[in-house]
């Protein structure tokens, strides 16, 4: 079919010269293009693609990406290409042109892992399940990163952003679950329980130290796993005899395997074995064990010790706190001896504590529970300095803590992302997110106490009462429904008539009760206010008009609802504005948020949308709507958040809500709004008000429409 | 055992339900019963409550009528509501009453999820009182001196708009229900479903990872009566990951991701 047929040299020229801009850049396009004509349609079009959509982001990228492809990986997996094309877009978003060049350079790694046909397992893919997987193991709560390696370093557990070493994408998968479970068996088996330094300090060639150690500790680890979940275990044999790697294991390596099997067998058994093992020949080396980074594991631990060692103490010290207070007697002179009591049900299991006050057991609270066995996990023990409770001038968790910073400061001295919340954004050149590309932060709005509320009511006040009759006829009443066939009590009248029937020889009615019917309106409405800076002037009054009649309305109606306001200055300054939050009452603090509503900077959509999506979603509503009151369409300054990108990325953010239950709709005053907001929110998902001046007249009665 | 037809408040239990005690639960109950106290139970789905009632109705020699409330269980559920028969109306007794009447054992299962105005008649039957109001009637009958009222409810996972009023929950003696300590958790399993010992532990240890994951995902982690379930199809030939799967794993959850990784964990176990 002539549809499949390739594309010829020029067909393939002229595109290319346009995405990569030659004219400029004097880019040479011919041999790629050159390579790419030898290739099926298919595969042409492949690549076509990804060249275009990282052309979007980056053209040196994009013309790196299409040299290389066509060098080397035309019959790679396409899959691990795209996952190795996206890992350098998303490079190039978190840290610049360079390091996302070395992971487009780096495709030489990629292909010497792969087999000529293999299917990789992608990070994208594994790790959301492989997280909930350790999860479910015992111990401290890990987290799972992107790293270029595998190895851990006692709180996240990295992996590579493709893992193609087996040939099967099952394989591969199997291998990613087996890494995570090795690394979760450091962290849960005391592979770290030692100290570095000192352990290798002595030897002259300490990588070769490190690297035996590392084959002892991976020894220890299998048999470790080899009781702890023995299908997995099975499934790593498996994996090592694909690979060949239980061949010609030297006897001296046998043997430690068989001692440090010992179900007793600890960190310093492999310690011990070291002086040995640093004379053999080099330790076997398995698919999943990583590698072992001391550095990593120091500098993460003795941050984690310190936190946690002060967390502990202070917890301790509100535990008796409280305690005291609940006591009646007089005050006791010495404060009570604290220490902790392990039981451990089975001899495998990470034992659990209770609190021992003057060998009193009290349950420790759940916070603390979680301390403790993270404290377990690193000494084996709970060390007796930990069990102090803090004095009071200790109290400063401060320095441990990042959250709580003044989201004013960000622009104020030395810039910082600390205590923001990120969130993705769609690039639909590149047909992907940009991973943590929003910086979000939630603000109050300054209340302004005038008498901005009283007026408005005074102004629209035959128009309220007119809201409160409509809505008071919307709230949920307990209808009698009669003539049923089940209910709670019989309706006499029914029962009268259908007597009469049967006396008359007709058929007797069986629709004899009555039931009281309780229609629960279960609503819950978050209004998402545009206070971008062209809402100035009488926008933004209408604006706050309309807020505060659909306060006055929604207080009749019952309905729980919430008020957020938005707004954007580039990527990195992404506001939201809480005027009133689901739990909060409609009174004079929230009127005179509404009151304070000022335009902002810019309109920035996307953000906004997910992050009050998040917040609507985290309210139990049977149904829940977002709706949106805005001037216009979305456009932020500098970054290209505008026309197609900024309606693209609205419209994917609202994809996101309605998959998760939320119903979207949209009020604006944009007059041009027929030409995207069928394209952002769906054909009957908006209303467009022509007069600025009715918009609060409208607000409610849109309102009670939606709902009905 | 052949189906029979029985009236409700002569269901007796006759053969000692299986019931491993986690505390002192059978003594707080008996003392509470002879004190004519109304009993509340507090506890994660699954954990052995209405086992535990089944057990107690036993040993005190009590029938037991269980009502599992929903959220259109309304007052003329539990107290009766008039019928119409040949022309006239009767009254039927519902439950509650056939309780009170008969001096049975009333466990309302979930009590949390029945309608409010179902509190209406607790309460007056759940304090020093002990009477049931009937208001179509316009009676009240005073409970027989062997009743007891007893209530389950779960505190892990009702909304805050379905919790239980401070006037209800203090009429109660609570007794706090959780999953038992491993050791007994195994031999219950072990008991109750016919396997062997060290595949009941390996049981109850998926079920430890799936209760991990509370809250990253999962609302509840796998309860004893799943590891029941799973083992009586491992007892029948079924191979255990393919058990845990059907028993537990599709039980707790729909999550398709959730669903690959409770999966992983059983593979890796079993």
Partial sequence: MADNAPLTLEQILKPLETWLEVEFTFIHVTEIAESLARLTREEQDFFLTWTRRISTTNIQIAYQFAVRATAGLMHMDQRVIEAWALHAMDTYDRAGLRPAMQVIEDVENFVHLSHAHAEGAVFEDFSGILLTFVHGLSGRQLKIAQGDAPYTDSETLFLPAVVATMEKAKDNFTLCKAMVAFQWAQTRFGSFRINFNDAFGAYEDQELALKQFHGLETLR?????????????????????????????????????????????????????????????????TCYQGELRPDAVTACMTKRTEHEKMHLRIKLAQMLEEMQKQQTEAPREAPPKIDVKEHQDSPNEIPSFDIMLDDMPVAPPEGVKQLLTSVYLDFGEIPPEYLVAAGDGDYDLTQFEDQGKNPDDVWQGTYHEEGATFYPEWDHGRQHYRKNWCVMREKDVTPVHDDFVPQTLQKYSGLIKHLHRTFEAMRDE????????????????????????????????????????????????????????????????????????????????????????????????????????????YDDMVRARISGIRPQDYTRMGFAIRHLTKVLNAIEAKTRLLITLSDGKPDDYFDGYRSAYGIEDTRQALIEAKRTGVHPFCITIDKEGQKYLPHMYGAAQYVIIDEVRKLPLKVADIYRRLTT | MQARALESEAYFIEAEPYYEATGDEIKIFEAAYRNKLPILLKGPTGCGKTRFMEYMAWRLQRPLITVSCHDDLTASDLVGRYLVKGGETTWVDGPLTRAVRAGAICYLDEIVEARKDTMVVIHPLADDRRVLPMEKLGTLVSADENFCLAVSYNPGYQSVLKDLKQSTRQRFVALEFDYPTTELEAK????????????????????????????????????TRLLVHAGKLISSGIEPVSACRSAIAQAITDDVEMLAAIQELSSSLF
């Fill in chain 1, 221 to 285: 680890l299998e048999a470790c796993l080899q009781r702890e979940l023995p299908g997995l275990a099975r499934e790593m044999q498996r994996l090592k005899q694909t690979l060949a790697e239980n061949e010609a294991i030297p006897n001296i390596w046998q043997r430690f395997a068989e001692l440090l099997a010992a179900p007793g067998a600890t960190v310093n058994d492999s310690l011990r074995m070291l002086t040995d093992a640093y004379q053999a020949p080099l330790a076997p080396t």
């Fill in chain 1, 478 to 585: 307990d209808k009698l429904f009669k003539r049923q066939a089940a209910g709670d009590e019989v309706d006499i009248d029914a029962l009268v008539e259908a007597l009469a029937d049967a006396r008359d020889g007709r058929e007797m009615s069986d629709r004899l009760f009555m039931h009281m019917h309780r229609a629960e309106r279960n609503v819950a409405v978050m209004f998402m206010v545009d206070m971008s800076g062209s809402t100035k002037g009488w926008i933004n009054d209408a604006e706050r008009e309309s807020l505060v009649l659909l306060c006055e309305t929604l207080e009749r109606l019952g309905d729980r609802y919430a008020i957020y306001g938005f707004s954007g200055n580039t990527r990195k300054r992404c506001e939201i504005y809480r005027i009133k939050h689901f739990d909060e009452r």
């Fill in chain 2, 188 to 223: 219950i399993v072990a008991n109750e479903s016919k396997i062997d010992r060290p595949l009941a532990d390996k049981l109850v240890k998926f079920a430890h990872m799936t209760r991990n994951l509370k809250g990253s995902g999962l609302d509840e982690g796998a309860s």
